[in-house]
């Protein structure tokens, strides 16, 4: 699947945080349908891509440090999920078992199909996908 579950809600988070300067995990995770551990879970890696960062306390939360006009889905997909979309073999040092020495067909047509989705996955920012530009 190429929009997983972790990756759309990753979305939803950014879609969250991008209404209010500042928003505790559990408004998050209540108004955008998810559990707490996944969305924690999400919270860190975008925390610690530097994307959102978080402040203690009874006013505290999490906020973004990058604004949604600077960000797409591919990046996204980078910090929740890297490496290829398509298909294992494009991993690097991953070892065909046929023991290939130059790439096959298949590998050949991949690659081709990853650089669509790579440029597709850019081809719009988050403000834009969220309906923050309307």
């Not at 998810?34 to 919270?43: Q, V």
Request: neutral net charge; charged residues 30%.
């Amino acid at each position: 699947m190429l929009i997983s579950r972790e990756l759309d809600y990753t979305v939803r988070i950014i879609r969250e945080l991008s209404k209010t300067k500042i928003c505790n995990a559990s408004q998050i995770e209540k108004d955008e349908c998810m559990s707490r551990d996944f969305a924690r879970k999400i919270l860190g890696k975008l925390k610690k891509a530097g994307v959102v960062s978080a402040e203690r306390g009874t006013n505290g939360g999490y906020y973004l440090n990058v604004s949604p006009d600077s960000l797409t889905l591919w990046d996204l997909k980078e910090i929740i999920e890297p490496g290829p979309v398509v298909n294992k073999c494009m991993n690097d040092g991953y070892q065909c078992p046929k023991n290939c020495s130059t790439p096959c067909s298949v590998h050949i047509e991949c690659m081709r199909l990853e650089k669509i989705i790579e440029e597709e996955m850019q081809r719009k920012t988050l403000a834009e996908i969220i309906g923050l530009n309307q």
